[in-house]
């Protein structure tokens, strides 16, 4: 199955900017929103809420990078300073009664709406940040980015670098998540129609659990796993939202939970 390839950019056509889908202003307003930029508010938003929110901004912004890269004005790589340097974060403040969800991106507001709870739920005025995110999460964050993908070999490889590296061991448990992809690659070799091939879904949904040591994900940790994917596809690409991509979106989450001021 192959992917759409970018077409050749129009002359006069400009991306989708970050002003042109949210309200925000200075030279935030003028970057494009690129596809990586989009990575990080999913995984922000998986990381805080436990899932990505329909409608809100890491579908708004996935929506118009998609639109950018398909238009060839951006590639599928791309990360603004604005997301990269400057961060996205996801916060949730719970009050009596409701729960206030903001998100930003380069500490501008692009998003901000209330959920009700019962009183009986709530500690008053808690607020909730993303935390450091480890391999495992990472890992399980691939099932809601991109589980319905078949999983191939170059996943399988990445799957067993992001195994080795979070658990310290370059023995491969029988049981742990990476035998379980070695097995589901091998199987989906041998079969023809894509509705009957083992997802990453199947595999990865409960990843943390099958790992027997966990550790937060590092921007070494994201290169090797890329290194693996991209080593053992044929194209030499990585898949959007897939392992390598999950990893990466962590490691640059993680950067900007640890190093708030860099």
Known sequence: MSQEQPRRPQPGQEPIKYGDVFPVAGSLADKPVAPQDAALMQFAESAVLGQTQKGGPAATMQSAATRNERAGLVGHTDLTDAAGDEGVTVTETDVPGRRIITESVAGQVVGEYVEPRPVSQMN???????????????????????????????????????????????IISPIGVAAAAQSAASTNAGLTRDEDKIKLNDVLANATARLSADKVVTR?????????????????????????????????????????NQ
């Open 124 to 170: 008053p005025t808690v607020t909730a940040t993303q935390a450091a995110i480890t391999i495992g999460e990472a890992l399980e964050a691939t099932a809601q980015s991109a589980g319905n993908k078949s999983l191939e070999q170059s996943e399988a490889a990445a799957i067993q670098a992001a195994e080795v590296r979070a658990t310290g061991s370059n």
């Open 220 to 260: 070494q940790d994201a290169e090797g796993v890329m290194s693996a994917e991209l080593r053992n596809n044929p194209n030499v690409v990585t898949h959007p939202g897939g392992v390598a991509a999950s990893v990466a979106a962590a490691a640059r989450l993680n950067e900007s939970v640890m190093n708030p």
